[in-house]
């Protein structure tokens, strides 16, 4: 038997027992659930990188090629693995180390497209288990955190370790909470009992509040009313409007809240960003290479290891041309999730978009790593707006396709 036919026969076997749909949710699950990073980052490779790789056809990638996301984002990933190139401090292991992680994300795309692709009811099917695992595992991590009551409450941890840290937390609870709203509770209100998903929507956001984020709880406020804005709901606007003022009172009066807010300041943020755009100097237009030592010493002596900013990492690593290759898939993204507004009237990959650019201003910095957070409220929003960019240009490319049959007939 040929190497090709083996493939072929190993690739139809995991598709008729739908392994990769299986495995697929299963590591989205481990977010939430998984106590070891490293733990979730190895299922990643076992069960969906290696089957992948194994199994792909290169043919596939002539589908793949009609998203200009999907181009764009592969561009933009490889640029900043090209800056080794350049890198003062790169060795042979930065190459292997860096390079795996473009297949990572490769893979990623791939497999988001094919399941999107193959299954009609793939994007709903994942928005809704993702809203029932995190109101479920928000419910646990809350009983598990405050079992001992105290004054004022500490910062919310997650239970699983990908969402530990809570800022982390808080973003991917507002990504699902985002998907709650705009998505099962206003795009498929006949679909699902509607009770039960703003209860949900309840608790996940409880949690996110619970985690004391600030930049993730203030780009769900600004994203909420952006969305409202878009869709023209003046219920949800009259909702976020209210919890503004309620926000803007409490941090007023409440000295609890206040102090809560302002004691940890701008958590070096203002001086970490000045530091690492001071560093970009002689290397302003191509970067000093994603290698490059990313540790930063405070005023006071204390230490930061990276500049808590995708944006302006991206100068540091990738220069301006980096720069302008991430702008630039953000403002493809975000034409594709308008189309998606215009033509399906489902405003969530608007807000999902917005939310993840929002975030990452202030929060993370490589845009490819290993499989960690920035995967799920960042690349899958992609991933699925590339999915549906290739769907509706093949649609487009079938149906004009039929009219010149018919014509012709």
């Known amino acids: 038997m040929k190497v090709s036919e083996l493939q072929a026969n190993i690739r139809s076997f995991l598709e008729r027992k739908h392994f990769y749909f299986i495995a697929y949710f299963l590591f989205f699950l481990g977010f939430f659930v998984i106590p070891s990073t490293h733990w979730h980052n190895n299922f990643f490779y076992v069960c969906i990188l290696f089957p992948y790789l194994m199994t792909f056809q290169i043919k596939r990638i002539q589908l793949f090629r009609r998203s ?44 988001t497209i094919e399941l ?117 709901d003046k219920r949800l606007i009259a909702v976020v409007l209210c919890v503004i003022i309620a926000g803007g009172l409490a941090f007023f009066y409440v000295e609890g809240v206040k102090e809560m807010i302002i004691s940890r300041g701008f958590s070096y943020r203002l001086e970490i960003w000045q530091q690492t755009l001071a560093r970009t100097k002689g290397a302003l237009l191509f970067g000093q290479g994603i290698s490059t030592e990313r540790m930063l010493v405070m005023a006071d002596g204390s230490t930061w290891n990276h500049p808590h900013s995708v944006y302006f990492a991206t100068i540091l690593f990738g220069g301006l041309a980096g720069l302008f290759l991430l702008l630039a898939l953000q403002a493809l993204a975000l034409r594709q999730s308008f189309l998606c507004l215009f033509r399906e009237n489902d405003p ?56 010149r049959e018919k014509c012709s007939g």
């Open 116 to 232: 999107v692709l193959r299954y009609p009811k793939f994007i709903d099917s994942l928005f809704i288990f993702l809203c029932w695992v995190a109101a479920i595992t928000a419910v646990v991590s809350i009983c598990r955190f405050y079992s001992s009551f105290s004054s004022p409450p500490p910062r919310l941890s997650h239970v699983g370790d990908q969402l530990h840290n809570p800022v982390v937390g808080a973003t991917v609870y507002g990504m699902v909470a985002l998907i709650c709203c705009f998505r099962v509770l206003k795009t498929r209100k006949d679909s699902y009992p509607r009770w039960l998903y703003i209860g949900i929507l309840v608790v996940i956001l409880f949690f996110a509040l619970l985690t004391q984020g600030r930049g993730p709880l203030g780009a769900l406020l600004i994203t909420f009313l952006s969305g409202a804005v878009i869709t023209r």
């Open 68 to 111: 200009k996301i999907w181009v764009l984002s592969l561009v933009l990933a490889g640029y900043m693995c090209l800056t080794l190139l350049w890198a003062d401090n790169a060795v042979f292991i930065d190459y292997l180390y860096y390079l795996r992680r473009l297949f990572y994300l490769f893979v990623f795309f791939g497999l």
């Open 348 to 403: 969530t990959y608007v807000a999902l978009l917005l939310f993840a650019f929002i975030c990452i201003t202030t929060a993370n910095y490589r845009v490819i790593s290993h499989p960690d957070a920035l995967w799920m409220y960042l690349w899958l929003p992609l991933a699925l707006l590339a999915a549906k960019e290739i769907f509706n240009k093949s649609l487009m490319s079938f149906n004009h396709n039929e009219g």
